[in-house]
T-cell receptor, first 117, second 113 residues
Framework: DVKVTQSSRYLVKRTGEKVFLECVQDMDHENMFWYRQDPGLGLRLIYFSYDVKMKEKGDIPEGYSVSREKKERFSLILESASTNQTSMYLC????????????????FGAGSRLTVL | AQSVTQLGSHVSVSEGALVLLRCNYSSSVPPYLFWYVQYPNQGLQLLLK??????LVKGINGFEAEFKKSETSFHLTKPSAHMSDAAEYFC???????????FGAGTILRVKS
């Protein structure tokens, strides 16, 4: 099975701090995704990456950037955290039935719950 | 552009009763459709998926969903609710080239004893 590991489960940061959220997958997949989850809004795509050093904006990229220096690692960066970025952040990559089959079944990490004070 | 609408942010059923969670989608191309479940304090896991084969799709834990193109719907059902089904359920759509999933707002299912 694909394993997606998010290094921090809970974080508390102050307004203006730079925040790094790390995600590692163990299946050598090209595609990786960052979503944020908010009550009543579901999951919204922030950024995705389809290869090393390749990235594309999702639906809500403002206030975020990403880094993909190695295939297995996809980092989400909040350059200057704000209170409206308090949320649950989920990383994902296509699982065994995804990719070339077209059935894009995502495997998610456990999530990183960020609180910005 | 693709979108998903889940009707009802909260659904409450009695144990043993039918579960029906509604999902309508919008897509300009033939869609792939998914239901994911999130149990309390856990990540999301796939319940079932539709990828243009059989329109009635069976998933894990006794859930199934039917793709109805004429109604642009993909409702999730389970004949008899169990307490362990209490969770949040997300419907999602992608195109067949599938690099991005678009999720609905989620429906929280409560099961009463």
């Amino acid at each position: 099975d694909v394993k997606v590991t998010q290094s921090s489960r809970y974080l508390v940061k102050r307004t203006g701090e730079k925040v790094f959220l790390e995600c590692v997958q163990d299946m050598d997949h090209e595609n990786m995704f960052w979503y944020r989850q908010d009550p009543g809004l579901g999951l919204r795509l922030i950024y995705f990456s389809y290869d090393v050093k390749m990235k594309e904006k999702g639906d809500i990229p403002e206030g975020y950037s990403v880094s993909r220096e190695k295939k297995e690692r996809f980092s989400l960066i909040l350059e200057s955290a704000s209170t409206n970025q308090t949320s649950m952040y989920l990383c994902a990559t296509p699982g065994p039935a995804g990719g070339a089959s077209g059935a894009n079944v995502l495997t998610f990490g456990a999530g990183s719950r960020l609180t910005v004070l | 552009a693709q979108s998903v609408t889940q009707l009802g942010s909260h659904v409450s059923v009695s144990e043993g009763a039918l579960v029906l969670l509604r999902c309508n989608y919008s897509s300009s191309v033939p869609p792939y459709l998914f239901w994911y479940v999130q149990y309390p304090n856990q990540g999301l896991q796939l319940l079932l998926k539709y990828t243009s084969a059989a329109t009635l799709v069976k998933g894990i834990n006794g859930f199934e969903a039917e793709f109805k193109k004429s109604e642009t719907s993909f409702h999730l059902t389970k004949p008899s609710a169990h307490m362990s089904d209490a969770a949040e359920y997300f419907c999602a759509v992608s195109d067949p080239y599938g690099n991005k999933l678009v999720f609905g707002a989620g429906t929280i299912l409560r099961v009463k004893s």
